[in-house]
C-alpha cells in the first residue's frame, strides 16, 4: 500500500515505508509505474524485509525484487 501510494500520490507523499511487502504479486506492474511516473527528487523510500517468517530462497527472492525496484527508483533521483 505505501509503494503503491507513494507512486501514484507523489504529490502529496514523498515519504513511504515498504515493509515486509509481497512485492512479488505485482513486481511487473510496480515496475512499470515507477517506469512511468515521474517522482520528485525529494522523495524516500525505505524498504526493509523480515527474514524471520520465510526461507532463505524467498528472503534472496524478496531481496531481488526489492533491488529491481530500486533500480528505476534511483534513476529518478529518487532515494531509498
Known amino acids: 500500500m505505501a509503494l503503491y501510494t507513494i507512486i501514484h ?14 512485492l512479488a504479486l505485482a513486481m511487473h506492474l510496480f515496475k512499470e509505474d515507477i ?7 525529494d522523495t524516500r ?12 530462497e524467498e528472503v534472496a527472492s524478496q531481496q531481488n525484487n526489492i533491488l529491481t525496484l530500486k533500480k ?7 532515494r531509498s
Open 9 to 22: 500520490y507523489n504529490r502529496w507523499f514523498s515519504k513511504a515505508a515498504v515493509i515486509s511487502a509481497s
Open 35 to 41: 517506469e512511468h511516473t515521474e517522482m520528485s527528487s
Open 45 to 56: 523510500i525505505f524498504f526493509s524485509l523480515g527474514t524471520a517468517e520465510r526461507s532463505e
Open 72 to 78: 528505476p527508483v534511483q534513476k529518478q533521483g529518487v
